[in-house]
Nanobody, 126 residues
Framework: EVQLVESGGGLVQAGGSLRLSCAAS????????IGWFRQAPGKERERVSI????????YYEDSVKGRFTISSDNAKHTVYLQMNSLKPEDTAVYYC???????????????????WGKGTLVTVSS
């Protein structure tokens, strides 16, 4: 059974930093990808960043490019999202998710996800 457990959320002031972690277990595909998504109150879930376990390819949405960094520790089956220069508009529940490949997440976003974590709340105060 695939399980994804996020951690690292919390309350931070604007301009601050947080590092989210996503620990994955039960995933057997060598080519899988992990993505970070977020959902703010009253808004649809949106993709933030994705990483390929296979070759480390990464992708960032324009809204976080240059501020967020996604990385992977394959030995620990853990993916991180380092978030710097946080803004109030980054406030959301952040979810990690798996997909069969980087291309699936890139082309299909949340529609390509096969497993979701339960999320971790990030609140950025102004």
């Amino acid at each position: 059974e695939v399980q994804l457990v996020e951690s690292g959320g919390g309350l931070v002031q604007a301009g601050g930093s947080l590092r989210l972690s996503c620990a994955a277990s039960g995933v057997t595909l060598d080519d899988y990808a992990i993505g970070w998504f977020r959902q703010a109150p009253g808004k649809e879930r949106e993709r933030v960043s994705i990483i390929s376990r296979r070759d480390g390819s990464t992708y960032y949405e324009d809204s976080v490019k240059g501020r967020f960094t996604i990385s992977s520790d394959n030995a620990k089956h853990t993916v991180y999202l380092q978030m710097n220069s946080l803004k109030p508009e980054d406030t959301a529940v952040y979810y990690c998710a798996t997909a069969p490949s980087f291309i699936v997440l890139l082309n299909h976003g949340s529609y390509g996800v096969d497993y979701w974590g339960k999320g971790t709340l990030v609140t950025v105060s102004s």
